[in-house]
């Protein structure tokens, strides 16, 4: 079954620290690739997008993630966490264009002063 | 820029009775999704909704039923609650094929149930 792993459900790290949120899917084949933050008690907004373009994918807030195919992955990075940055993260993929989203576990990343 | 708009933002029933969540797309989406996140959970996908007709089904309960109307507007019945149909209801709305950005959702804001 087509599947979305997101390695660890919480990340903690330092303000101005690197940030590394890691996210792995089931299929060989290209899918379309999403991150989405979800601060409390609120929706689900989109931080960027792979739709088979660059590999490298820049986002909002500063944050980008790489398609890597060989490693079936997706992981999401930014430079220097932000206080403002401690929410929840969730991968997503979709395996056809306009199809549903199957989403990660979630990760939490708490962001320490 | 409009967003996704999702009636009411808070909802209490009780257990056995029915809800009715509404959700209004952006203009010019004709994509309809319906996803269940439950406490501490990842959202699920429940149905869509392509130019009226379902076009996807997922972990929707037998209680539950949806329907896009001619505004593209969708609504979420649910019938006989229980407990465990406490949870954020998400509806999303993707844009037309022709706009090049088919593959992107977004979200409203959630109608938080709560069943007692």
């Known amino acids: 079954a087509q599947s979305v792993t997101q390695l660890g459900s919480h990340v903690s790290v330092s303000e101005g620290a690197l940030v590394l949120l890691r996210c792995n899917y089931s299929?060989?084949?290209?899918?379309?690739l999403f991150w989405y933050v979800q601060y409390p008690n609120q929706g689900l907004q989109l931080l960027l997008k792979?739709?088979?373009?660059?590999?490298l994918v820049k986002g909002i807030n500063g944050f980008e993630a790489e398609f890597k195919k060989s490693e079936t992955s997706f992981h999401l990075t930014k430079p220097s966490a932000h206080m403002s940055d401690a929410a929840e993260y969730f991968c997503?993929?979709?395996?056809?264009?306009?199809?549903?989203?199957?989403f990660g576990q979630g990760t939490e990343l708490s962001v320490k002063p | 820029a409009a967003g996704v708009i999702q009636s009411p933002r808070h909802l209490i029933k009780e257990k056995r009775e029915t809800a009715t969540l509404k959700c209004y797309p952006i203009?010019?989406?004709?994509?309809v999704y319906w996803y269940q996140q439950g406490p501490g959970q990842d959202p699920q996908f429940l149905i869509s909704?392509?130019?009226?007709?379902?076009?996807d089904k997922g972990s929707i309960p037998d209680r539950f039923s949806a329907q896009q109307f001619s505004d593209y507007h969708s609504e979420l019945n649910m019938s006989s609650l229980e407990l465990g149909d406490s949870a954020l209801y998400f509806c999303?709305?993707?844009?037309?094929?022709?706009?090049?950005?088919?593959?992107?959702?977004?979200f409203g804001p959630g109608t938080r149930l709560l069943v007692l």
């Open positions: 909704f392509y130019e009226k007709m379902q076009s």
């Open positions: 997503a993929v979709s395996w056809t264009q306009g199809g549903k989203l199957i």
């Open positions: 792979y739709t088979s373009a660059a590999t």
């Open positions: 299929s060989s084949v290209p899918p379309y």
């Open positions: 203009p010019r989406h004709d994509t």
């Open positions: 999303a709305s993707s844009p037309p094929g022709s706009g090049g950005n088919q593959e992107t959702q977004y």
